[in-house]
């Protein structure tokens, strides 16, 4: 017998010797691989904007508070904090812990991502969500300094951030990766380069081991975190393959353990074939067409409605959808907090056959009708739910002459497009990330820039907005926010289509999946069992 057999059988007898005996047997190393849909931008957190990037950045980076399994914000890098009377300052305690490269995370790294994320400079596109802290707004737009923004490091371990109104949003908008701090010492050594694996740092529970562009990502355990010993999966591949019928095909296949956001037209089969693994859920967001209101004819507001009513919602969310999603008329999604009820457009409860002809009489007023026909290029990007949903509302606008082109580009191109306004009408989607009607409204403000895709702007709502930041009684903030949803609604620059489920597929031997209204699943609180 060989050497290498008989340690072989050694090994096996004192395995199963120790399996009797109780002791613990070393596992092999845990991996979670997602279908994540999108190839990211960047890792840099102040240069995100898409969900499928928050799961990555949400791994890596871990703000003041974080979402629990359910998607409410809990402490997270801040144990604690207090409140001002007035609301206006928050106080926070910043706990012991380090970046992955073991050098600790302290207020001065909060204080400056904040400075640098609102800096003109940087260009960072999400920047407007930080508005409400006090001279946010003004250092973004080159009015104020860096020492003048509201957010001071007291010394290592506080930070103090003071508002410019009342923002009972603030500790769920903390958790968005807009306000995650970066290592200050490595970015101002590297620069624009920082994010590379042999550079970055990160202080949430895993850290970059690899990044290939539109191959995967992957994390690793950070053995940092300051709850890493809790944390029970230790590596983590997100792939941002967006065909989502080849993901389920390599799902089944064993390839794959989670996928995001599966194709509506797979409903039928899945609950036949994959039962346990199809998991729908109420999802606060808004899936809709923003139109380009500074490129003619859709500057005509009147084009902009007729476009908006000639769509049948409920025939896309009964025929093409099929997974319970709600038809929209409103920029906020019913039941969001802090917000009696949504401004529904006024012709919300007309008959079909009623809005199609309102739709023929404001398209002929525009100019078009009598064999003349509005030609529209309709943009979305690659995924088997917004070709069916694009076709349809074609079909659905040939009712009122207008002659649609369809046009398909990957995420990451389409959004870009939207950003420069290079489109006509275009599809996208927006899902709250803190549970509050001004995270869907501000989308509209004139200085949201290039999240305001269709470039609309309204003195009127604008200054309402603004009334709405500093209005510190809910119910009357909730009055001055209905009055510039409805003004919006009125405008049409954007068309609602319908309200969010989340649909995604999780293999079962994920365990401590849970429903969560923001579809946020942090990898953290999840377990595999093989």
Not at 159 to 181: D, Q, R, V
Not at 276 to 286: F, R, S, V
Not at 291 to 302: E, V
């Amino acid at each position: 017998m060989s050497f290498k057999s008989r340690t072989g059988k050694i090994f096996s007898a004192l395995t199963l010797t120790l399996s009797l005996l109780g002791a613990p047997i070393a596992q092999a190393d845990t991996t979670l691989r997602i279908g994540n849909q999108g190839e990211p931008a960047s890792l840099d957190p102040h240069f995100l904007s898409g969900d499928w990037e928050n799961r990555i950045a949400g791994d890596l980076f871990m703000g003041l508070t974080t979402e629990d399994p359910e998607g409410n914000a809990i402490p997270g890098a801040a144990e604690s904090w207090t409140v001002s009377d007035d609301g206006l300052v928050y106080t926070f305690k910043i706990r012991d812990h380090k970046w992955s490269d073991g050098q600790p995370v302290t207020a001065q790294d909060f204080e400056y991502a904040m400075r640098r994320i609102l800096l003109p400079e940087t260009a960072a596109e999400y920047a407007s969500l930080l508005y409400i802290i006090k001279n946010g707004e003004e250092l973004n737009t080159g009015k104020a300094k860096p020492e003048d923004l509201g957010v001071h490091a007291l010394d290592d371990k506080t930070l103090e951030i003071t508002l410019k109104g009342p923002a009972p949003f603030l500790i769920s908008m903390l958790t968005h990766y807009t306000a995650f701090p970066v290592p200050k010492h490595i970015v101002e050594k590297y620069g624009k380069d920082w994010t590379k694996k042999e550079h970055i740092a990160t202080n949430g529970p895993y850290k970059l081991v690899e990044w290939l562009p539109n191959t995967h990502v992957k994390v690793t355990k950070n053995e940092q975190f300051w709850d890493t010993a809790n944390v029970k999966i230790d590596n983590v591949i997100f792939y941002p393959q967006e065909d989502a019928a080849a993901l389920i095909k390599r799902m089944r296949a064993g390839e794959i353990d989670c996928i995001y956001k599966f194709p509506s037209g797979q409903i039928d089969w899945l609950r036949q074939n994959m039962p346990e693994e199809t998991k729908i859920a109420p999802y606060l967001g808004t899936y809709y067409y923003p139109i380009n209101t500074k490129r003619a004819p859709f500057t005509d507001k009147r084009i902009r409605q007729a476009l908006s009513m000639a769509i049948d919602r409920e025939i896309i969310m009964d025929k093409v959808l099929k997974t319970g999603e709600l038809p929209a008329y409103s920029m906020v999604p019913p039941g969001t907090s802090n917000y009696k009820e949504p401004s529904y457009v006024t012709w919300k409860s007309m008959p079909m056959a009623d809005r199609i002809t309102k739709a023929k009489e404001l398209m002929k007023e525009a100019g078009y009708g009598d064999g003349k026909n509005l030609k529209v290029q309709l943009r979305y990007n690659t995924d088997d739910n917004h070709k069916r949903i694009a076709i349809a509302v074609a079909q659905m606008w040939k009712k009122i002459g207008v002659e649609t082109e369809l046009f398909n580009s990957e995420v990451k191109v389409h959004y870009a497009e939207l950003k420069q306004g290079n489109f006509e009408v275009a599809r996208a989607g927006w899902v709250a990330d803190y549970n509050d009607p001004q995270n869907f409204l501000f989308l509209l403000e004139s200085t949201s820039k290039s999240l305001n895709y269709g470039n609309y702007d309204n003195p009127d709502y604008d200054k309402l907005m603004e009334e709405a930041y500093l209005e510190s009684d809910l119910k009357k903030r909730a009055q001055i926010m209905g009055k510039a949803e409805a003004i919006a609604m009125e405008d049409a620059p954007i068309i609602p289509i319908y309200y969010y489920v989340s649909k995604n597929l999780v293999s079962t031997k994920i365990k401590g999946w849970k429903d969560a209204i923001n579809d946020t699943h942090r990898t953290r609180w999840l377990s595999i069992e093989n």
